[in-house]
Nanobody
Framework: QVQLVESGGGLVQAGGSLRLSCAAS????????MGWYRQAPGKQREPVAD???????NYTDSVKGRFTISRDNAKNTVYLQMNSLKPEDTAVYYC???????????????WGQGTQVTVSS
């Protein structure tokens, strides 16, 4: 099986920075897309950023210019550097990855357990 383990959340003041990490482990043949979603209280989960194996990157408009996603393919790890944090960035952040476990198997979607990010004003 595959596991995604996140780390790096916490409490920070507005204007501060945090760096999230997510490491995939287990039966992994290849990883297509890795990314981050977030869910604030009372709201739906929304995409934040993702990065494809070929290097394409997408950001939701509200984080462009403040967040940077990157990945280390050798470590099966994706990072989210979050700068100039705002109170509205407060949410549980979830790692997501599209992973193929075997050469002939289809890609499957996997999720981490989530890490809390709280930005105080």
């Amino acid at each position: 099986q595959v596991q995604l383990v996140e780390s790096g959340g916490g409490l920070v003041q507005a204007g501060g920075s945090l760096r999230l990490s997510c490491a995939a482990s287990g039966r992994i043949f290849s990883i297509n897309r890795m990314g981050w979603y977030r869910q604030a209280p009372g709201k739906q989960r929304e995409p934040v950023a993702d990065i494809f194996s070929g290097g394409d990157i997408n950001y939701t408009d509200s984080v462009k210019g403040r967040f940077t996603i990157s990945r280390d393919n050798a470590k099966n790890t994706v990072y989210l550097q979050m700068n100039s944090l705002k109170p509205e960035d407060t949410a549980v952040y979830y790692c997501n990855a599209l992973i193929r476990g075997w050469p002939a198997s289809p890609f499957r979607d996997y999720w981490g357990q989530g890490t809390q990010v709280t930005v105080s004003s």
